[in-house]
């Protein structure tokens, strides 16, 4: 199986778990790991073996977003506009990559999980979490906006609201009001939820389930 440099990926009865693996910096991301996750799916892709995938972070986390002291340190070309907009670029071909995969895709979310990653995890079809995940998209705080814009497509208007324009982090339990989520586990319990799932979901023909995928992606 293909090493990454900011991930660890496993594979057990053709459910392929990528875990994002800096748990120093709370799971950032910097271009390397917004990379790694793009080749990765871009291998399962291809990988007949593999029938779904989870996403996950290591060290309690999801992932706290993008990784700014990385971007200001040298993985920007240049603290310009331009720069930042190549920068985000980049995350944004990795939510595309699992919004477009025809195999389904998971968000196995605790802790954090903001910002652009936040935003990776509602690319996927399906987002569980524990009770200790807390959600938000803070880039108002920074002046900023999300650049993969898909919160509006996840809950209703006065929701997405709320998170965009207040920057507020927001419980499990809230997030779940919100509709964020697909199911709220127990700490104990979210890996056993999201592999139930997979196995269901790869008793249907795989191009069958695609093409009801991106008919609910078109819609």
């Not at 309690?60 to 331009?82: K, Q």
């Not at 898909?150 to 919100?178: C, D, F």
Request: hydrophobic content about 45%; some cysteine; proline content about 5%.
């Amino acid at each position: 199986m293909t090493q990454y440099e900011t991930l660890n990926v496993s594979q057990e009865d053709g459910l392929l778990w990528i875990t994002l693996n800096r748990p120093q910096v709370l799971n950032a991301f910097n271009l390397a790991q917004w990379r790694d996750v793009k080749a990765a799916l871009d291998c399962a892709a291809t990988d007949d073996d593999v029938r779904a995938v989870a996403i996950r972070g290591e060290g309690g986390n999801f992932s706290a977003g993008y990784d700014l002291t990385a971007a200001l340190g040298g993985d920007l070309s240049e603290p310009s506009p331009n720069a930042f907009k190549d920068y985000a670029d980049v995350g944004n071909a990795t939510c595309w990559a699992v919004w477009n995969l025809k195999k389904p895709v998971f968000s196995a979310i605790r802790g954090y999980c903001l910002g652009g990653a936040f935003e990776l995890a509602m690319a996927c079809d399906f987002s569980y979490a524990d009770t200790s995940a807390q959600v938000g998209e803070p880039e108002i705080l920074l002046s900023d906006a999300p650049p993969f814009l898909i919160s509006p497509w996840i809950m209703g208007m006065r929701q997405v609201k709320h998170l965009l324009l207040s920057g507020e982090i927001i419980s499990a339990e809230t997030a779940m009001g919100y509709g964020i989520f697909n199911q709220l586990c127990e700490p104990d319990e979210l890996e056993p939820a999201i592999t139930r799932m997979a196995k269901r979901l790869m008793g249907f023909a795989p191009e069958t389930w695609h093409q009801n995928k991106a008919a609910v992606n078109r819609s």
